[in-house]
């Protein structure tokens, strides 16, 4: 992976999570990272973090990188890829776009009748590539050749769980994997409130409870028990643990989180 190069049209907050989480992964280095943005100044500062090279345009990220991360708003697509169809095709690069809302069948309109010459992966990341345990939406269809397949997957695979879904349900994926984060965090706080509310020092609630959420969602994925399974584990009968459960019930908990997904969707 010593010549293989990664370049982010977009230098925001989730395309430094990736740059964070592939650099510190140990899969590449800050030198073999290129990125553009539309404000120089601040790019560079940004890039000056972590050892990337700041270069001015998307052509020179496009000529430059084998695997590009279209990392802009999702209105400015447009804008900035289509004068670069021709550069773009016939190449061995190949995109991953992690713009919400982008499909794949959305390129190949904005690429027209060179679409079929530029490989495309469009998927949805979350912040906790930063450390390791993210995971990456990913649209089942793409135009990936095999071998970029594969180095789509050993890349970003490292830094993040690779799920594949059916183009129409890349909206609620996103809402689960994308949105749902805001949701975990302010779960976090509210336990970390509770635990002030007790005696705890904050810190130290803040990170029990940092601690039980990734242990709970690396138990599920070890062992693939239901979660409802899960939680009858953890309720005695009579315990401390039921009580909470009952009280949680009783405030439509679930039905709350699921309104919540709602809002987003609708």
Same mark, same amino acid.
Not at 86 to 94: E, M, N, T, V
Not at 204 to 221: Q, S
Not at 224 to 232: E, N, S, T
């Given at each position: 992976?010593?010549?293989?190069?990664?370049?982010?049209?977009?230098?925001g907050n989730m395309a430094q999570a990736i740059t964070k989480g592939l650099i510190?992964?140990?899969?590449?280095?800050?030198?073999?990272?290129?990125?553009?943005?539309?404000?120089?100044?601040?790019?560079?500062?940004?890039?000056?973090?972590?050892?990337?090279?700041?270069?001015?345009?998307?052509?020179?990220?496009?000529?430059?990188?084998?695997?590009?991360?279209?990392?802009?708003?999702?209105?400015?697509?447009?804008?900035?890829?289509?004068?670069?169809?021709?550069?773009? @095709?016939?190449?061995?690069?190949?995109? #991953?776009?992690? *713009?919400?809302?982008?499909?794949?069948? +959305?390129?190949?309109? =904005? &690429?027209?009748?060179?679409?079929?010459?530029?490989?495309?992966?469009?998927?949805?990341?979350?912040?906790?590539? @930063?450390?390791?345990?993210?995971?990456? #939406?990913?649209? *089942?269809?793409?135009?990936?050749?095999? +071998?970029?397949?594969? =180095? &789509?997957?050993?890349?970003?695979?490292?830094?993040?769980?690779?799920?594949?879904?059916?183009?129409?349900?890349?909206?609620?994926?996103?809402?689960?994997?994308?949105?749902?984060?805001?949701?975990?965090?302010?779960?976090?706080?509210?336990?970390?409130?509770?635990?002030?509310?007790?005696?705890?020092?904050?810190?130290?609630?803040?990170?029990?409870?940092?601690?039980?959420?990734?242990?709970?969602?690396?138990?599920?994925?070890?062992?693939?028990?239901?979660?409802?399974?899960?939680?009858?584990?953890?309720?005695?009968?009579?315990?401390?643990?039921?009580?909470?459960?009952?009280?949680?019930?009783?405030?439509?908990?679930?039905?709350?989180?699921?309104?919540?997904?709602?809002?987003?969707?609708?």
């Amino acid at each position: 992976m010593s010549d293989f190069t990664v370049g982010f049209i977009g230098f925001g907050n989730m395309a430094q999570a990736i740059t964070k989480g592939l650099i510190e992964a140990g899969v590449v280095t800050g030198e073999q990272i290129i990125a553009c943005a539309a404000h120089f100044d601040r790019l560079e500062r940004n890039a000056a973090k972590y050892g990337v090279k700041a270069v001015q345009t998307a052509e020179e990220v496009a000529d430059a990188a084998k695997m590009i991360i279209v990392a802009i708003k999702p209105y400015q697509i447009a804008s900035v890829l289509q004068p670069m169809t021709d550069l773009l @095709a016939d190449r061995d690069s190949f995109i #991953v776009s992690i *713009a919400a809302g982008w499909t794949l069948a +959305d390129y190949e309109h =904005l &690429f027209g009748d060179k679409h079929e010459h530029i490989h495309v992966q469009c998927t949805i990341p979350n912040t906790p590539m @930063a450390v390791g345990k993210g995971v990456l #939406v990913t649209e *089942a269809v793409h135009t990936l050749k095999d +071998d970029q397949r594969v =180095l &789509f997957e050993q890349l970003l695979g490292s830094i993040s769980l690779v799920e594949r879904v059916n183009t129409e349900h890349m909206g609620i994926g996103m809402c689960i994997a994308g949105c749902a984060p805001a949701f975990t965090d302010m779960y976090l706080e509210a336990l970390g409130d509770a635990g002030v509310k007790y005696g705890l020092p904050r810190a130290t609630a803040y990170r029990l409870a940092a601690k039980m959420i990734e242990g709970v969602g690396a138990l599920y994925l070890a062992s693939d028990q239901h979660p409802g399974a899960m939680k009858d584990a953890v309720c005695s009968p009579g315990g401390t643990t039921i009580k909470g459960v009952a009280s949680l019930e009783e405030s439509a908990f679930r039905g709350e989180v699921i309104k919540a997904i709602d809002a987003i969707e609708q």
